[in-house]
């Protein structure tokens, strides 16, 4: 049997990373966390002291080491050697990453990288992410953006993040989608990519839904 490619985009706290996971595990198929390359990389300019310096951030992104692991139950991320997969998760990267997600050269670095895992993938992957409908993937089998409405999507990361502020929250959905979408866009469903409103829908739910799509895609 062929690989399947199942690539889920959307905004912040619309659910990806938790409706990825659980359709990869049920699946038996990889799963990628595009953002948490992007994390590795902002984390990296963070330690150097290079945040603010593009030129010393596309070098940078060339030259890291990035090794990602694609268990869904247990996805990890290291550094040039260096674990990080707790570390990205700091509110300081989250608050950070856009400044390296918005660099052209990154983008293509690691959509490069992006791309070689998706390939090594022998029975297929789940990935989710900035792009992944449009530009890592666009021949993937299912395609889905993913939506919810403002207040479910702050609800969600502030259950993710915990203990954040308004102001913080705030900005880690509407300040980082309105920063992401001058780049990528993943507030449109291009043509072929299904929208799925998970404002009403549980967990499973939500799975349920890309799964029956996977399943009509390989009939």
């Known amino acids: 049997m062929q690989p399947l490619v199942i690539a889920i985009d959307g905004p912040s706290g619309s659910g990806k990373s938790s409706t990825s996971k659980l359709v990869a595990t049920r699946l038996g198929l990889a799963y990628l ?3 948490s390359m992007y994390r590795a990389i902002a984390l990296g300019a963070m330690q150097a002291g290079i945040l603010d310096d593009r030129d010393a951030v596309v070098a940078f992104a060339k030259q890291a080491k990035l090794d990602v692991g694609t268990d869904p139950t247990a996805p990890t991320i290291a550094v040039d050697g260096v674990d990080v997969t707790a570390e990205i998760r ?8 856009s400044k390296v997600a918005v660099i052209p050269q990154v983008r293509a670095t690691l959509t490069a990288q992006m791309r070689q895992i998706v390939a090594a993938a022998a029975a297929g992957v789940v990935l989710e992410g900035r792009d992944a409908t449009t ?8 395609r889905v953006l993913l939506v919810a409405d403002a207040q479910a999507r702050m609800t969600r990361r502030n259950a993710e993040l915990g203990g954040l502020n308004q102001s913080d929250l ?3 959905v509407v300040r980082r989608d309105r920063d992401d979408a001058t780049v990528s866009q993943f507030e449109t469903p291009a043509p072929g990519v299904t929208v799925i409103d998970s404002t009403n829908l549980t967990l499973d739910q939500a799975a349920d839904a890309v799964i029956a799509l996977a399943a009509a895609a390989t009939r």
């Open 135 to 142: 530009v890592i993937t666009p021949g993937a089998d299912v």
């Open 90 to 97: 700091d509110p300081q990267v989250s608050a950070s990453v």
């Open 170 to 172: 705030t900005d880690q």
């Open 33 to 35: 966390d595009t953002g």
